[in-house]
């Protein structure tokens, strides 16, 4: 990503209240960009909510289902360990 294109991306989240801009303590030419409040609420309730439907997801697959998408789970997990 350009930076152009991140300071505007950056800028637009800022307007919405979903970050904050923080100076960095040493270097006046860098800046750190926080979640605010409202930012974190807003990512946990995303989250929340793709957890709720892969739950509901779930309930509708029949015990065979199941069992394979557990052990698909259980692959991919020793795969990322690797």
Do not use: C
């Amino acid at each position: 990503m350009k930076p152009q294109s991140m300071g505007t991306a950056i800028a637009a989240l800022e307007d919405r209240g979903l970050v904050q801009r923080k100076a960095h303590p040493s270097d006046g030419r860098q800046v750190y960009i926080e979640l605010s409040a409202k930012g974190a609420a807003v990512r946990k309730s995303v989250k929340d909510a793709k957890h709720t439907w892969l739950a509901q997801a779930i309930t509708r697959l029949d015990e065979e289902e199941r069992e394979t998408l557990f052990r698909a789970g259980e692959i991919i997990k020793r795969l990322a360990e690797m």
